[in-house]
């Protein structure tokens, strides 16, 4: 299988207007077409391109049974919110593939999610 993708990112901090002034992290991502130094191999490899974008938000949020603090305020909490949407394309082979490479090609490309918030979450939980 191959697959050519850009991606392109930006972090919107609290002082851009966009996002009620919170901040917001977007990644987009899109295949490539054609691609002069990489070009696809329709006759040797299954083709598959995807569009997508992640949007990363954080918001405080009172801890819920927390106690108050001395001071009389609450303690709260960071809450990381992730947005995500993906559409993905599988080319039809132009090199003959067996029914169940097939399917298998097909539940493989659903895996990416997986793969995605694994990452995710160890990133996160690794770094302060």
């Excluded at 991502?29 to 299954?46: A, I, Q, T």
Aim: glycine share 8%.
């Amino acid at each position: 299988m191959e697959s050519s993708i850009v991606t392109f990112s930006h972090l919107f901090t609290g002082e851009d207007e966009g996002f009620g002034g919170h901040p917001c992290g977007i990644l987009a991502l899109d295949s490539v077409d054609e691609d002069e130094l990489y070009p696809y191999f329709p006759n040797e490899r299954v083709r598959l391109d995807t569009s997508g974008a992640i949007v990363l938000t954080a918001n405080r949020r009172s801890i819920i049974g927390a106690r108050k603090a001395t001071d009389g305020e609450e303690e709260d909490e960071v809450v990381v919110t992730l947005r995500r949407a993906a559409f993905l394309k599988l080319y039809n082979p132009q090199l003959p593939v067996s029914e169940a490479t097939r399917q298998e090609l097909q539940a493989g490309i659903g895996r990416w999610r997986d793969v995605l918030m694994k990452t995710i979450r160890s990133y996160v939980y690794t770094h302060p």
